[in-house]
């Protein structure tokens, strides 16, 4: 993980290297950013107030500001990836700092992308290469600007291929690094080979990074069908990050989930996502899209091109396609976790919820008491549905010595719990580890 942690440290920052060095030249080229963001503005490529309530509309502001909350909470949250680096720092505090010094750095990135995006096409206005046939797809209009206007330096093309290939190089390794843990941990170890020595346990390690290595280069073949690399990108993290969110919201703020609930729950959540998504992919919904014009190409560009203007029907209604398939692919992630803890909470309630009184509450996330931290202590405790919060202490405890953490539990003022309660729950643990002693003497005499 340490490897993993140094590469993303070097890729980021080619990655920075190589978008600042598109900015700054194709400014040049158009005689500055303002002019770049005049000529955007004027072509309808600038969008920032479209407040429609239409969730088949492919980008407006609750699309993005709504379902992209819920796409980078599950990035964020529970992704194993993000999970598995922000496990690397050994303090809860300074996890929860690197979280927050990472979100400017993403802002930054996100920030130059865009500047780019709005440059290049500056560049092109009027004189598309798409139109023009020079480039197949979109996706390759900016390596096509750095071969056009970056390539009279010797070496600037191939330090702006070393950033792409660094942006996509940062997210696979983490990635086959925690598939490669993940599977070791918690199926390898525990139900295929269970005494292995370390050495053995760290080829198969290597060996199931290679496996998901090769069939992530298979799956390049779906993932090219699916339209733009941040659609495709965004598309698969909501299909399958969100019935993952909904998994783990199902778990820590609903107390009668069972494990009924979040297996029935989590697979129709995946089934739903994939539905809508292959459906968009193999019927694929007309989306309008700005015109592109090919007007002030000069002749010898026009001649050399061999161009001949395609006739463009007119699209076919969208009225013909299903409305789920039409739906913005930013809702995915919103739309699985939804799905996951409605069907969790009702087969829960059909198979019989688990008791709120019998959950250790430091499983339970009382979110109420931050989000109504004003209203009266009796509300918010009736808003507890039954889950013990005033029995908990304030467990978190950090040893600065070694920088450790004792227990990461949720912290609570405990001025008014009284000392029966707490008594009462110490005696609860107590008995329930005896019980745990005695089910393993029982285990180990059979």
Known sequence: ??????????QILMMFAGMVAVVIKGSIVVGGLGKAWEIANDHER??????????????????????????WTA???????????????????????????????????????SLAGLVIFAVYVDCDPLTLKNIQAKDQILPYFVMDHLSFPPGLPGLFVACIFSGALSTISSGLNSLAAVTLEDIVKLYVLKNLSDEQYTWISKLLAVCYGLASIGLTVVA????????????????????????????????????????????????????IGLGAYINKPYTWHPPLTVDSCSEDVLAYA????????????????????????????????????????????MTGYTRPSSLDPNLICPWYDYTFCCLPKKIRRFLWCGVRHDEVEEVIKHDDKNGSVVNPAFTYNMS????????R??????????????????ATAL
């Open 224 to 275: 090219a069908q699916l339209g733009g690399v941040l659609q495709a990108a965004l598309s698969i993290f909501g299909m399958i990050g969100g019935p993952l969110l909904g998994l783990f919201s199902l778990a820590i703020f609903f107390p009668w989930a069972n494990k009924w609930g979040a297996i029935v729950g989590h697979l129709s959540g995946l089934a739903f996502s994939f539905w």
């Open 416 to 423: 008014s719990v009284n000392s029966d309660a707490t008594e």
């Open 75 to 113: 990035i964020y949250g529970v992704n194993q990836a993000q999970v598995q680096r922000a496990l690397t720092i050994p303090r809860l505090r300074d996890a929860q700092k690197a979280m927050w010094v990472n979100l400017p750095g993403l802002i930054a990135l996100a920030t130059i992308c």
């Open 425 to 442: 729950m110490r005696s609860k643990e107590a008995e329930a580890q005896k019980n745990n002693e005695n089910h393993v003497e029982y």
């Open 46 to 71: 600038i969008e920032f107030f479209d407040f429609s309530p239409d969730p088949l509309q492919r980008h407006t502001f609750w699309s993005l500001a709504i379902g992209g909350t819920f796409t």
């Open 306 to 349: 061999n161009l001949t203007l395609p006739y463009t029907p007119a699209p076919p209604p969208s009225a013909y396609v299903f409305p789920l398939y039409r739906l913005s692919y930013m809702w995915y992630s919103a739309v699985g976790a939804l799905v996951v803890v409605i069907v969790g909470l009702v087969v829960s309630f």
């Open 1 to 10: 993980m340490k490897a993993v942690m140094w590469t993303d440290t070097f």
